[in-house]
């Protein structure tokens, strides 16, 4: 079982840009479809993006696309989420999210292992 840590959150304003990185410990990282779930208070879990093993399939919500990118770098063990022209709705506490050696996450069944989380907060 992968785990992961993730890091870069904070507080930022309406329009701004946040780089999140959650960093994974496991021989086979390279081989895990990895995805970020974000949870607003008050509200379920819910999907944001996703990226196979290779880095060539990613999959988006549609409430980010165009403007959330996810990215990974095996060697480094790391998946990224560039979050560009953020709105106060992405206010949330962001997860990281392994799912199954050359699957594909959309859903929360998709998931086998979870970070702690990191907060996101987007002021108006």
């Known amino acids: 079982q992968v785990q992961l840590v993730e890091t870069g959150g904070g507080l930022v304003q309406a329009g701004g840009s946040l780089r999140l990185s959650c960093a994974a410990s496991?021989?086979?990282?390279?081989?895990?479809?990895m995805g970020w779930f974000r949870q607003a208070p008050g509200k379920g879990r819910e999907f944001v993006a996703a990226i196979n093993w290779s880095g060539a399939i990613t999959n988006y919500a549609d409430s980010v696309k165009g403007r959330f990118t996810i990215s990974r770098d095996n060697a480094k063990k790391t998946v990224y989420l560039q979050m560009n022209s953020l709105k106060p709705e992405d206010t949330a506490v962001y997860y990281c999210?392994?799912?199954?050696?050359?699957?594909?996450?959309?859903?929360?069944?998709?998931?086998?292992?979870w970070g702690q989380g990191t907060q996101v907060t987007v002021s108006s």
């Open positions: 999210a392994a799912g199954t050696p050359y699957g594909s996450i959309r859903r929360l069944d998709d998931v086998r292992s």
């Open positions: 496991g021989r086979t990282f390279s081989s895990y479809a």
